[in-house]
């Protein structure tokens, strides 16, 4: 791209360009979250949807959900994790599906996504501020928007991930105005309110970057916002995202201070985090 960083474009998002999530595991989610759900109902409608089923199973028995035996079907799955596991390893199956790891951006943006969701794990369980696994799922997702815009005009975003990561700003500051009048921020927030996700996990697609800021914002679940907030910065901060590394300092942020994070637990995090996330990025990969 040759054009000057001040240059503008313009893209509509409709709602046809919203990625799908698939169908089976929308479905599955909403009755994982009802009481009476039960065992068959869950894996009679997982297994409608192979290619979703097969990747599920794959995830089940991946380090991260794995037990000592692994699982055979989808129905010793669903037996032997957790409501809760369950819910990440769907939305991880799907998820899955949605970024196209042939592609050079949204592989790097996957990676980044399982670099975020390992880190906020890890720093809500270290802190005690928020629930691992909700913090997991919002690492995960909170960059969707991005993935989005890409979709609609890849060649452009593309060239403005580059650009940024070349001229070492930071990306949502370097995108804000250019392609829309707004960030990736509130266009993951249309996904998420989309694919039916929790009003917690939405909060931290679209807030995730201005928590950073000074202004008082609408926010319910704070702790878990500034969780996946700090391990976005956190992670490129350790040179594991693109971004400019001298960019990011999760000590001094506004989400650090929320979450109580201290020079020892960053001290922890550079010793743990890069082996803990190579483990999980082999098992998704
Ligand atoms: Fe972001
Ligand atoms: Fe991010």
Redesign the pocket.
């Known amino acids: 791209m040759n054009e000057s960083s001040d240059q503008t474009w313009t893209v509509e998002i409709k709602e046809d360009d919203l990625p799908l999530l698939a169908e089976v595991a929308i479905e599955a989610m909403q009755l994982i979250d009802r009481e009476d759900t039960n065992a068959k109902d869950l894996d009679r409608l997982i297994c409608s949807d192979p290619a979703l089923a097969a990747r599920v199973l794959r995830i089940a028995n991946s380090p991260l959900f794995a037990g000592s035996v692994p699982a055979n079907s989808v129905n010793q799955a669903v037996v032997r994790m957790g409501m809760i596991q369950l819910r990440q390893i769907v939305l991880l199956g799907a998820l899955d599906q949605v970024f196209d790891p042939r592609k050079p951006h949204p592989n790097a943006m996957w990676n980044?996504?399982i670099c975020?969701a390992v880190t906020s794990q890890w720093l809500a369980d270290r802190l005690g501020v928020a629930r691992p696994e909700e913090a997991f799922l919002g690492g995960l997702l909170?960059?969707v928007g991005?993935l989005v815009i890409y979709h609609q005009i890849s060649d452009v975003y593309g060239a403005l991930i580059d650009q940024a990561a070349a001229e070492g700003k930071r990306?949502?500051q370097h995108e804000d105005g250019k392609i829309l009048p707004c960030t990736h921020a509130p266009v993951g927030a249309v996904v998420g309110l989309k694919w039916g996700l929790a009003p917690d996990l939405i909060e931290v697609m679209q807030f995730?970057?201005e928590i950073e800021g000074e202004g008082d914002l609408p926010i319910e679940a704070e702790p878990l916002v500034a969780v996946v907030s700090v391990a976005?910065l956190l992670?490129?901060q350790l040179g594991l995202?693109i971004?400019n590394p001298q960019e990011m300092d999760a000590l001094a942020s506004r989400p650090g201070q929320i979450i109580g994070l201290d020079a020892e637990t960053i001290e922890e995090a550079v010793e743990v985090l890069p082996a803990l996330i190579n483990e999980q990025r082999a098992a998704f990969s």
Request: no cysteine.
């Open positions: 980044h996504a975020v909170h960059d991005k990306f949502h995730h970057h976005n992670t490129h995202g971004e």
